[in-house]
């Protein structure tokens, strides 16, 4: 019995096997966590709208540019985007996609709501360890009108290596040398002090559950949890609140025409209404495509989503990339090619 | 026992009278057998490959960490990938530390219940706890990091915020492995104690021992070693555990000498950093993972020691 | 009547009195706790359970654990067929041919530490072995991080119920001028088949849940997965994983997670339950 059960499974396996469902039409790919929930959300949208599926793994924005690299995906994404040289190396391309901010967020019982005012010097300091407690000095310079408790500060970060934390420690180490030589930008990043939590909504739960914590979240998520929020100084000295507004200010400052490879990071953008941390997330593809179909109907999901994904990423607290942006991609397309050398867009 | 089928089926002289179509049939089935025994045999030793194939190619895939800088690895204190710089010890230190706490509360827990249940439990209800215990023995791990995370956390918070600030720490991550274990330890620990002679047992009680006298005097002498194995095993399995530590242990990747603080575990920092990395970082993510197999194998070596000596006595 | 209220029996009834009362706590102390947790697990995971969890695939909104389940019994059946055929094959050498040679004695003992060791050093293993050569994720590579995991599990129970077959069954077949494979594959297994049965279902429900070892080897999909095994194969366990972390912050999602823990819980309680009752069969 025992022989005949294992061989009728084995049998089973493998004739399931050979009839290999291809009905379905789905296309692939991986990266980046940070625009996660937008590019799922258009996913859906699109597999209703035209029956494609999209299988998208958030693995991180290494991961991504490792598959991609290795070609098993058709498209990858990253936060952080690779200079041109790297693109060239591999025979890639990149383009923009959607763009978010990322906003320090706090549980500080007994004051203001949203009314706590930071600098980035002052921010590093408290992540790199070296301000320990909601009354410090540094803070009550920057807040003469709070009366801050002496609750201790726990910092909250992202446990594994994410776009959000190379924004973040992108901004701070542009604004406090010291951050940049002894914790320094990266993905991933070890923190002296405090909880690492997973992906945003982990950060956000925690912060919402501990008391005298700070973290930093995309904004979708602050918001979602009702998350006390900070006012961050930006490059001109002004304090700003988190908005669409302030990080569509910040990505207004973007040339995107003038970079090579859409090369751009966003973060530190001068303008008195520019939201500091600001960044976009992109797609990377080969320029030498070796399946076309799937390379095109790649496109046309991503043209889809330019087009009419606005409202999804408008409503989830992303900025759409604006429209000029956009054809400013669609043209760049045209340098996809097939294995016949044959322009696969439009 | 056997004699060779195979002598026996060569030599005419054994069987006289046999025809040459018995003969044929004798020398056939003796073919089947040699195959029979050759390929059982090589499955047996693709087992043995396998631990090779598993040792070789970690310590192929992490040669670039072990080969150019083996002592910082060892003995670096913090895991910095943006910065190239690999320090093994937070995640050793938290591996160790959770573990153990997890080993701490379980052992006494886990031999009080086997106790009550192979000496004081009503019959009644004797059977039916000891499944009880073997099922829960077989829930997954994820689920206890997600009542870990869910649960546990917030209420450790609630009740000492002092200790607990954010919920999460090594402490809370020794917690959850420990009432992961528990009905591991017990299951082994009863099968264990039940191994007693049940005469050996009625004796002491016969001297006018009390329960307790029986236990410490009679059953624990005799079956400190299958005990202590079990607790090993336990142990192994805490040492190895992802999926309930990596939510619940706080992933701070610098080294503190801290019980309640948030650290890191070799697995959680695996689970954690591996899909993202590359180059450096992977290979040294691998050697970390070689660090844990050696751990472990270690600890599951003196395990099997161990418990073999109690299967010895009982056989 | 002077011995029953001397200070010694007093005080050895004080210390056993003691002692039993610690360890009625201690059986309080460790079910309380997973009590809390299977309750925990009711309570949450029937709140999103609908027909729907079982057809639907998973996605933002509105969606189901449908693939994540059928990629779960696809993984789990196809390593628990070929962990079988290994298996029982590398016990029955054990138990039959292996005896005390030092050969058997090693096997044994590695097969006792693959047995207990860490699942997540089996997923860095496949991902070194099959999934970086190949380039990219796939079902595959999920079934032979879950063999490696089972056939440890197959092995000990096929022999350890081998043993059990008396050797005088083995001795009268040989006498009756039965070959040796022929004993073995007749007499020696119909023996033990109840108790080899029970070793495979236990190993199907350890391997079921496993989380670590699918991470970097078959890692989830949202798409309905029939059978390609060079795709990602989605699965319940990676399901909860990624709902409780990278997608925790959609609450729907949460719940869902929380229902596939049920689903999954249950299923191995009720694959434990099988495996309990057709060793009982045996007896």
New interface residues.
């Given amino acids: 019995m025992l022989k005949t059960s294992c061989s009728a499974l084995l049998a089973g396996v493998l004739a399931l096997h050979g009839i290999q469902a291809s009905a379905q039409e789905t296309m692939t790919g991986a990266g980046a966590t940070f625009p996660y929930p937008v590019y799922s959300q258009w996913a859906d949208d699109y597999q209703d709208a035209k029956g494609i599926g999209l299988n998208y793994q958030a693995i991180g924005s290494g991961g991504g540019i490792k598959q991609i690299t290795a070609k098993t995906v058709t498209f990858g994404a990253s936060d952080a985007p690779l200079k041109k040289d790297e693109l060239d190396e591999h025979g890639l391309m990149q383009w923009p996609m959607i763009m978010g901010g990322v906003v320090p967020v706090l549980n500080l019982p007994g004051t203001e709501k949203n009314s706590l005012k930071l600098d980035g010097e002052t921010l590093a300091d408290i992540y790199a360890g070296k301000i320990t407690h909601w009354d410090d000095a540094a803070i009550a310079d920057l807040n003469p009108d709070v009366d801050l408790p002496d609750t201790a500060i726990t910092p909250v970060y992202r446990a594994e290596g994410s776009g959000t934390n190379f924004l973040f420690t992108h901004y701070l180490s542009q604004v406090n040398d010291e951050f940049a030589d002894t914790i320094g930008e990266g993905k991933s990043v070890a923190w002296p002090a405090g909880v690492g939590a997973k992906a945003n909504a982990g950060v956000a739960k925690q912060v919402a559950e501990t008391e005298g914590a700070i973290g930093y979240v995309e904004f979708a998520y602050a918001k979602q949890n009702d998350l006390d929020h900070i006012r961050l100084r930006n490059h001109d000295g002004e304090y700003v609140e988190p908005s669409s507004d302030s990080f569509k200010a910040a990505a207004a400052n973007a040339d995107w025409s003038n970079a090579p490879g859409f090369y751009l990071v966003l973060t530190d953008q001068v303008g008195a209404d520019s939201w500091p941390i600001t960044g976009a997330s992109f797609i990377l593809m080969h320029k030498q495509v070796e399946d076309p179909a799937a390379a095109k109907r790649v496109l046309e999901f991503f043209d889809w989503a330019y087009a009419n994904g606005g409202d999804a990423a408008n409503e989830l607290d992303y900025v759409p990339m604006p429209e000029n942006v956009a054809d400013q991609v669609r043209d760049s397309w045209g340098d996809i090619e097939g294995p016949q050398g044959e322009s696969i867009w439009p | 026992?056997?004699v060779s089928?195979k002598r026996l089926a060569s030599s005419r002289f054994a069987f006289p009278g046999a025809s040459d179509k018995e003969i044929r049939i004798l020398k056939r089935?003796?073919l089947?057998?040699r195959?029979?025994?050759r390929?059982?045999?090589a499955?047996?030793?693709?087992?043995?490959l396998?631990?090779g194939?598993?040792l070789v190619?970690?310590c192929?895939?992490s040669w670039d960490t072990l080969s150019a800088h083996a002592v910082d690895f060892l003995t670096g204190d913090?895991?910095?990938?943006?910065?190239e710089?690999f320090g093994a010890l937070p995640a050793i230190y938290g591996t160790l530390v959770t573990s153990l706490i997890a080993v701490a509360i379980a052992v006494?827990?886990?031999?009080?219940?086997a106790?009550?249940?192979t000496e004081?439990c009503p019959e009644i209800l004797r059977r039916p706890l000891g499944?009880?215990v073997?099922?829960?023995a077989?829930?997954?791990?994820?689920?206890?990091?997600?009542?870990g995370?869910?649960?546990l956390a917030?209420f450790l918070?609630h009740i000492f915020?002092d200790l607990f600030?954010?919920?999460?720490g090594l402490a809370t991550a020794g917690l959850v492995l420990a009432?992961m274990i528990?009905?591991f330890i017990?299951a082994i620990s009863r099968d264990v104690m039940l191994t007693v002679p049940p005469i050996t047992r009625e004796s002491a009680y016969g001297l006018g021992c009390?329960?307790?006298?029986v236990?410490r005097g009679v059953i624990f002498p005799t079956v400190r070693h299958g005990m202590m194995g079990g607790v090993v095993?336990g142990l192994?399995?805490a040492?190895?555990?992802?999926?309930a530590v990596?939510?619940v242990i706080?992933?701070?990747?610098?080294f503190h000498p801290t019980i309640t603080g948030?650290g890191?575990s070799i697995?959680a920092l695996?689970?954690?950093?591996?899909?993202?990395?590359?180059g450096a970082?992977r290979s040294a993510?691998?050697a970390l993972?070689l660090v844990?197999?050696l751990i472990?194998?270690a600890v599951?070596?003196t395990a099997?020691y161990m418990l073999n000596r109690i299967e010895r006595r009982a056989a | 009547m002077r011995h029953y209220t001397s200070a010694l029996y007093r005080r050895r009834r004080f210390v056993n009195r003691c002692a039993m009362v610690l360890c009625l706590l201690a059986a309080f102390f460790g079910l309380a706790w997973l009590v809390l947790i299977l309750g925990t697990l009711m309570v949450k995971g029937v709140s999103a359970l609908s027909l729907d969890v079982f057809f639907e695939r998973t996605r933002m909104r509105d969606g189901g654990l449908g693939n994540a389940i059928l990629g779960s019994l696809i993984l789990t059946s196809a390593a628990t067929a070929i962990g079988t055929l290994v298996g029982v094959a590398a016990g029955t050498w054990l138990a039959e041919y292996g005896g005390k040679s030092r050969l058997a004695r090693a096997v044994r003992f590695i097969n006792d530490v693959l047995l207990s060791a860490p699942s997540i050093i089996i997923g860095l293993f496949v991902y070194a072995v099959l999934v970086l050569p190949m380039g990219h994720f796939s079902g595959w590579a999920g079934i032979a991080a879950l063999t490696v995991i089972i056939v440890p599990v197959v092995i000990r129970s096929t022999e350890d119920m081998l043993n059990l077959v008396p050797t005088e069954l083995r001795e009268a077949a040989s006498a009756l001028g039965a070959h040796r494979w022929w004993v073995v594959s007749r007499v020696c297994y119909s023996g033990a088949r109840a108790g080899i049965v029970t070793g495979i279902l236990l190993g199907g429900a350890r391997i079921s849940g496993e989380t670590a070892p699918l991470l970097f080897t078959s890692l989830n999909s949202n798409q309905w997965n029939f059978f390609d095994m060079q795709g990602e194969m989605p699965n319940l366990p990676m399901t909860l994983y990624q709902n409780m972390t990278i997608n925790s912050f959609i609450p729907d999602l949460v719940n869902l997670a929380w229902t596939g823990a049920m689903i999954l819980t249950l299923g191995i309680l009720i694959l434990n339950i099988v495996a309990r009752f057709v060793s009982r069969q045996s007896h």
């Fill in positions: 026992m056997h089928t089935n003796a089947i057998d195959a029979f025994e390929s059982t045999q499955f047996a030793l693709a087992v043995l396998l631990l194939a598993i190619s970690l192929v895939s913090r895991w910095a990938a943006n910065m710089m006494p827990v886990s031999f009080g219940i106790i009550f249940l004081k499944i009880t073997e099922l829960l077989g829930i997954p791990s994820i689920i206890y990091g997600m009542w995370v869910e649960m917030p918070n915020p600030p954010a919920g999460s009432i528990i009905p017990t009390t329960t307790w006298e236990v095993l192994g399995r040492l190895g555990e992802t999926m990596t939510f706080g992933n701070n990747l610098f948030q890191t697995a695996i689970a954690n950093q591996f899909p993202e990395a590359d970082q993510l691998l993972g844990l197999f472990t194998f599951l070596a099997r």
